[in-house]
């Protein structure tokens, strides 16, 4: 019988809060890293000063696709996995993980996501918003938008039943002692965007093996540590 945690863990999220489609870039789940840099970045982002960080959008596929969800469904957990990752990057950028010249200030994600979702009328990641137009929500010289792609594995939490299947889904958290396996491969590409042109002057992309050890803020804050090392830009420490 499917306990209560399963039971949430599987509810589907409405359609309202499905992510846009035409955004979603096809993301391979392969072992691939590494970024992009517009050739010029430095001319063009010395007169950045803020940058804003959209929520994440995923996309969850299955070794064996679990009987309780549709292809295209997403869960809870895919659903909190969008802000975890957004909001592990704001502050890991906020606290000082620099890697360029230039000075910029994060925007604060939590009224970010406010804004979005007072203009929106109903979620976050609803199906009106649109990324260049985050300057309805926020003064911001760039922004970021980040994808994830995750593969639940069969063993140990790809679509079983029980409680391998509620593992896989609240992302792998607890038990597992020394015998750690991978339950889950994950992949961010995050993509940096000037907000007066629109145009791209960053990708970058991270892979990441999830262990049955580890849960899914683990994977946000490790991934989007990895990431944050790379950034273009040098972060200034709010006062």
């Not at 593992?167 to 396996?181: E, H, N, W």
Request: charged share 20%; with cysteine; glycine share 10%.
């Amino acid at each position: 019988m499917v306990n209560r945690l399963q039971k949430l863990l599987l509810r589907v999220i409405p359609s309202a809060v499905l992510l846009v489609a035409p955004l979603f870039l096809p993301l391979a789940l392969s072992a691939q890293k590494g970024g992009n840099l517009h050739p010029l970045f430095d001319s063009i982002a010395i007169a950045h000063k803020t940058i804003a960080i959209l929520p994440f959008q995923i996309r969850t596929t299955y070794q064996k696709q679990p009987s309780e969800l549709k292809p295209g469904q997403i869960t809870i957990v895919d659903y909190n996995a969008c802000f975890d990752f957004q909001h592990a990057l704001s502050n890991l950028l906020t606290r000082g993980k620099e890697s360029g010249p230039l000075t910029i200030v994060v925007a604060d994600a939590h009224v970010l996501n406010g804004k979005i979702r007072e203009q929106t009328g109903d979620s976050l990641l609803g199906k009106d918003f649109k990324p260049e137009e985050v300057n309805k929500y926020v003064s911001a010289d760039a922004y970021i938008v980040g994808f994830l792609a995750r593969n639940v594995m069969n063993e140990n939490g790809g679509g079983g039943s029980g409680n391998t299947g509620a593992a896989a889904l609240d992302g792998g958290g607890g038990g597992g002692g020394s015998g750690a396996v991978t339950v889950c491969n994950w992949k961010s590409t995050l993509i940096l965007f000037e907000t007066k042109s629109n145009q791209q002057l960053w990708k970058y992309d991270e892979v990441y093996e999830q262990s049955n050890t580890e849960t899914e803020k683990d994977v946000a804050t490790l991934l989007m540590r990895r990431v944050a090392k790379k950034f273009p830009y040098r972060i200034a420490r709010k006062k």
